[in-house]
């Protein structure tokens, strides 16, 4: 899922505690968690049918060949198109940091997770393989891009 949700492995991944949906379900706002559904068709979808119905076939369900993604989804709604929910750093498990990540977004995730005890951890391209290693980010360590 790296080259389709962080820019080709530019980016971060976080990892949050259990903790975080039940907190989520307490919020204003909230609409509907789920798994994903993968499936060889679209929903059908009735125009009939409730708001929440509609809305949790649509953005629930993807084709089979994602399977492998295993995705979990939250929906909170907002009448805004610029609202953030504020979560706390103790919620927080671990940072995964892109492989191909600039060095401004490694010194800012370390930066941040140093400074909040979360764990860090740095992508590491194997070769000329597609693999990817994460090794944990420890102080003073910084890992080389070849």
């Not at 671990?94 to 370390?110: D, L, N």
């Not at 994460?134 to 070849?146: A, P």
Request: net charge positive; with cysteine; glycine share 6%.
């Amino acid at each position: 899922m790296w080259s389709h949700y962080t820019n080709n492995h530019k980016g971060i991944c976080v990892e949050y505690s259990d903790k975080l949906l039940s907190i989520l379900e307490k919020t204003e706002g909230f609409f509907v968690s789920s798994k994903v559904e993968y499936s060889e068709l679209p929903p059908y979808i009735n125009f009939l049918e409730g708001m929440k119905s509609k809305i949790k076939k649509m953005m629930f369900n993807k084709q089979i060949e994602w399977k492998y993604e295993q995705e979990y989804r939250v929906i909170l709604m907002s009448n805004n198109d610029t609202d953030f929910i504020s979560i706390d750093s103790k919620l927080i498990k671990s940072v995964y940091i892109g492989s191909k990540a600039s060095r401004e977004i490694v010194g800012k995730t370390v930066f941040f997770c140093g400074k909040n005890d979360i764990d860090c951890y740095q992508g590491i391209s194997l070769g000329k393989t597609y693999e990817v290693q994460f090794k944990m980010q420890k102080d003073g360590n910084f890992y080389m891009k070849s």
